[in-house]
């Protein structure tokens, strides 16, 4: 493969970290459960490590996890998240024995403790989410349900960080920039996993690149555990109005060609991350991007 200046050190990011994808649109559609397990397959022959997707806020762990599974045989597949509001302690134990049963060591468990217009709309108290996840991760080791390292953690601030580092196998952030990944470095330490999601746009019109990737980051924008998180890096309330300031979204969404969202991943990996989950959005959100994950696993993977 050429190198390409931009990349540093003149070797793809895989070569220094585990490349995966964040699906979202369309991968837990019942309706479309067969375009899924055939990008599945797709994903894991373009050399993808892991497909990382929503729980989503039904009690137990999503059937989607186990579909996907079954209709490959080496990707790993990765709970991104599954908030300890809708699924009890005891279903995450019995769907993880469940998956491992039937693909030893593929599953990864991801625990997050949501947002409080989510828990709360729900009818439940958010008054103590980091409690909450340590009650979760007591329960989850009094019955041996999962293994400390076969679970990761949603975490942005210190106090999360430092618990993915003490109970479980890493961190998983979402929505946050290359700094939040040094950070997050910084907080857990090495041999700690880091896998930072990462949303790109493969457009190299400028006016379209942010008009998809404004689209996406609108309602996360709305959500506290983000927006604290983003201002602990320079960012104001100025940058969160109207969908995001360029200054933002260009930082938070690399977008461009293969080669230069490529480069924003390998920020991430420079910062130190393990492995990157990366989310292709485009301008539906209801497409199963193939075209795109083949453009990125050229430079990315190799």
């Known amino acids: ?20 994808v964040w699906g979202g649109g369309p991968w837990a559609d019942p309706a479309r459960r067969g375009e899924a397990r055939e990008a599945a397959r797709e994903l894991e022959d373009l050399g993808y490590s892991r497909i990382w997707l929503s729980g989503g806020f039904d009690p137990g762990l999503h059937p989607v996890f186990g579909e996907l599974l079954d209709a490959t045989e080496e990707i790993g597949v990765a709970s991104g998240i599954v908030s300890v509001y ?3 302690p005891d279903e ?28 709360e709309g729900s ?10 996840v340590v009650e979760h991760l007591d329960a989850l080791d009094a019955a041996g349900g ?8 949603a975490a942005l601030g210190p106090r999360m960080l430092r618990l993915a580092r003490d109970r479980s196998l890493g961190a998983h952030p979402y929505f946050s920039t290359a ?7 910084e907080v857990l330490g ?14 190299e019109d400028p006016a379209r690149a942010r008009e998809v990737a404004r689209r996406y980051a609108t309602g996360y924008l709305a959500l506290p555990n983000y927006t604290d998180n983003l201002r602990r890096f320079g960012y104001g309330d100025e940058d969160f109005a109207d969908g995001g300031s360029e200054r933002l979204i260009d930082e938070l969404i ?15 990996v420079d910062a130190g991350a393990d492995e990157v989950a990366v989310q292709v959005l485009t301008a539906s959100g209801q497409e199963f991007p193939l075209r795109q994950w083949g453009e990125l696993a050229r430079v990315l993977i190799g």
């Open 254 to 268: 690399p977008w461009g060609d293969a080669a230069t969202v490529a480069a924003g991943v390998a920020r991430h």
């Open 179 to 185: 700094a939040h990944t040094t950070y997050a470095r």
């Open 190 to 203: 090495e041999g700690v996993l880091l896998a930072p999601e990462v949303a790109v746009v493969l457009e």
């Open 92 to 119: 995450c134990a019995e769907g993880f024995a469940a998956l491992d049963r039937r693909h030893p060591g593929r599953f990864l468990l991801g625990l997050g403790n949501s947002h409080a217009v989510v828990v």
């Open 146 to 153: 999962v293994p400390r390292e076969r679970r990761v953690l």
């Open 123 to 132: 009818g439940q108290d958010y008054s103590k989410p980091y409690s909450k």
């Open 86 to 88: 809708a699924a009890t």
């Open 1 to 20: 493969m050429t190198d390409h200046p931009l990349l540093p050190d003149s070797t793809t990011p895989a070569a220094r970290a585990r490349i995966g």
